[in-house]
């Protein structure tokens, strides 16, 4: 089991940036990939970004590409998530995740391929 704790979410003007953070703990060595999704009330989470240990490989919703960055450092079992020129529509509570299973491209997108997850972390991007 992996345990994920999620940081660095807040309220934050449009055109903003925010930096998250997720911290992993426990059996980490069986990550092969991590990754941000987010939720709004009443709609299903969704994917944001990954990164693919393996290889390095990131992956983004076409929706954040260009604006947000991910990133992580394996030795610190730590991934972040660099949002900038924030939009109201970006406003969610975040989840960090991580699998174990093969990172495959056409899979890393999918919430189901996820084993953990953290708790959230808000995120508020005022108008």
């Known amino acids: 089991q992996v345990q994920l704790v999620e940081s660095g979410g807040g309220l934050v003007q449009a055109g903003g940036s925010l930096r998250l953070s997720c911290a992993a703990s426990?059996?980490?060595?069986?990550?092969?990939?991590m990754g941000w999704f987010r939720q709004v009330p009443g709609k299903e989470r969704e994917f944001v970004a990954a990164v693919r240990w393996s290889d390095s490989s990131t992956y983004y919703s076409d929706s954040v590409k260009g604006r947000f960055t991910i990133s992580g450092d394996r030795a610190k079992n730590t991934v972040y998530l660099q949002m900038n020129t924030l939009k109201p529509e970006n406003t969610a509570v975040y989840y960090c995740?991580?699998?174990?299973?093969?990172?495959?491209?056409?899979?890393?997108?999918?919430?189901?391929?996820?084993?953990?997850w953290g708790q959230g972390t808000q995120v508020t991007v005022s108008s």
């Open positions: 426990g059996r980490t060595f069986s990550t092969s990939a």
């Open positions: 995740a991580a699998t174990g299973k093969v990172a495959r491209t056409d899979v890393i997108r999918r919430t189901g391929w996820y084993d953990n």
